[in-house]
């Protein structure tokens, strides 16, 4: 079943086509890398499927609803899209692991927040610690902390572990394919190409704004 189906979907700024009549089916339980050039236009697909930029042309459907008809908070909440420099807010990293949890009006599971962190080789004094004083690595941690407390139905991450040294980029990758293996579907983008390999069951190769070519993983 597809999960996601984007339909000649076009993205311009100006005259210049960014995304350039891409059309892609992904499959509910996909695990999918996305590489290619910089510039090529992979981090705007991504921003396209998160409902974050407006399409110019063309057509999404999320389990074959067009995002038109879709509330867009709601849709939020199924993609969620984690970004290369992680925006984090207010003071301190409990205030951002707080957040998921105040907009769905339910209690903090601070054990799962101490589980997560742990697995992320952070831990509980994360939790007081200024967002101004972490790392990038720390940054980009924290923020897919976040952005997972609640399962999503579709993963997107771009260039997710860029700030992180091999092992802990290793234990995001174990995680997310934990994920996928409950049934989350991942799109990934990295410029590491032995990481493009290592989770996934399909990669995307996209240049200039097209789909080039699908690639089998096995």
Request: charged fraction near 30%.
């Amino acid at each position: 079943m597809d999960i996601l189906s984007i339909k000649d979907v076009y993205y311009k700024v100006g005259n210049t086509d960014i995304i350039n009549g891409i059309s892609i089916d992904i499959e509910e339980g996909d695990c999918i890398s996305l590489v290619g050039q910089s510039g090529s236009g992979k981090s705007t697909l991504l921003k396209l499927i998160a409902d974050l930029i407006p399409i110019s042309e063309g057509r999404i459907f999320f389990k074959g609803k067009d995002y038109s008809s879709l509330n867009p908070l709601d849709l939020r909440k199924k993609i969620s899209y984690c970004t290369q420099n992680a925006y984090l807010f207010g003071e301190n990293v409990y205030e951002n692991l707080y957040f998921p949890f105040k907009l769905r009006n339910k209690d903090m599971d601070e054990k799962k927040i101490i589980d997560l962190l742990e697995r992320f080789s952070l831990d509980r004094s994360y939790l007081e610690k200024s967002v101004n004083s972490l790392s990038g690595g720390e940054k980009q941690r924290v923020g897919i902390i976040r952005n997972l407390l609640f399962t999503p139905e579709i993963i997107l991450l771009d260039e997710a572990t860029s700030a992180l040294d091999k092992e802990n980029a290793y234990k995001i990758e174990e995680y997310i394919k934990e994920v996928n293996d409950r049934g989350a579907t991942v799109l990934w983008i990295t410029h590491d190409l032995n990481q493009s390999t290592r989770i996934f069951n399909k990669r995307i190769v996209v240049s200039e704004g097209k789909v080039d070519r699908i690639e089998v993983i096995k």
